[in-house]
């Protein structure tokens, strides 16, 4: 995200309040010179509660028409590709304020009386339009945002625990993942569901490790018992697949883990488990050849 861009938008008459409102959320999702964006338009539509996908591609066909966004490229995916957008910031700039500059206000409040230096202090100093902190130097678009800022507002991590900062690069973590991840499903599903994963606070260090081991463990394993990527995210079992301590990768622990998911029989968990694994769990007498057939694991 970036604040600059979110508050120069923010701040202008884009037409319509549909526009805005897109034009607000592709502004949340682009870097600092507009380009980026990349969301799904379903996505889009659930989260600004439109009835359809319909209204997103109208808004934003109108947009492209003003110029106030254009397409500048593909980003592929599993199920074919998202179209790449980019603000055009310009144009944006140009557009009318939302609301008066300070200077507008004050000759529309004062007449053609002389407006009044002695507030807060200022004594005999000239007027000044912005916060006296630091930010008269800054170019406007900074200036509009709050004023004891000169650059993008530094913004705390959603959880102490992520090591990500304002730098964390989306695209490269989610090239990553679907680089090491063993079945990918849908892929507007898969983004959608890393950006939760990431807005809720989880490492994405935590994310990779765990999409690395459970491709490990499926190793040699058939397609169709591995879990699409959408569904594993959606089920946090980075959780379980990316052990925080050796403890937690205790051998033992692990063949407890799988005899214990068999035995409450869950067919999507069950399906998981490598025919390797099962046997293992037999031969340490933690469940039966039975019990593993009834529970749908392949052996």
């Known amino acids: 995200m970036s604040n600059e861009v979110h508050t120069l938008v923010k701040r202008r008459v884009v037409g319509s309040q ?5 034009l607000l959320y592709m502004a949340d999702a682009a870097s600092d010179d507009g380009s980026g964006i990349w969301v799904s338009k379903a996505n889009m539509a659930l989260d600004l509660e439109f009835k359809s996908k319909r209204t997103v591609q109208t808004a934003i066909a109108d947009m492209l028409a003003k110029g106030l966004v254009k397409e500048v490229g593909q980003r592929k995916h599993h199920h ?3 179209i790449e957008y980019q603000i055009n910031l310009s144009a944006v700039a140009g557009l009318p304020e939302t609301r008066p500059s300070l200077t507008e206000r004050n000759q529309r409040g004062a007449g053609n009386a002389p407006v009044a230096q002695n507030v807060g202090g200022a004594g005999d100093a000239p007027v000044q339009e912005v916060h006296p902190t630091g930010a008269a130097d800054a170019r406007q678009e900074v200036q509009e945002m709050h ?5 993008t507002i530094l913004e705390p991590c959603v959880s102490p625990e992520a ?3 304002q730098d964390f690069n989306f695209e490269d973590f989610q090239r990553e993942f679907e680089d090491v991840y063993p079945r990918l499903g849908d892929g507007e599903a898969t983004e959608a569901e890393l950006r939760a994963a990431i807005e809720a606070g989880t490492a994405p260090a935590k994310i990779l490790a765990g999409a690395r081991a459970y491709a490990a463990e499926q190793k040699g394993n058939k397609r169709q018992y591995i879990a699409f990527s959408e569904n594993w995210l959606r089920a946090k079992r980075w959780v379980q697949h990316a052990p925080a301590s050796k403890e937690a990768a205790d051998p033992a622990k692990v063949l ?5 998911t068999i035995q409450e029989g869950k067919p999507f968990l069950c399906r998981t488990i490598s025919a390797a694994a099962a046997r293992e769990c037999i031969a340490a007498g933690l469940v039966t050849l039975d019990q593993c057939r009834e529970a749908g694991v392949q052996l």
């Open 18 to 22: 549909t526009m805005k409102s897109v």
């Open 80 to 82: 074919g590709y998202t």
């Open 147 to 151: 004023p004891n800022h000169t650059r």
């Open 163 to 165: 090591p990500h900062t």
């Open 256 to 260: 407890e883990f799988h005899a214990n």
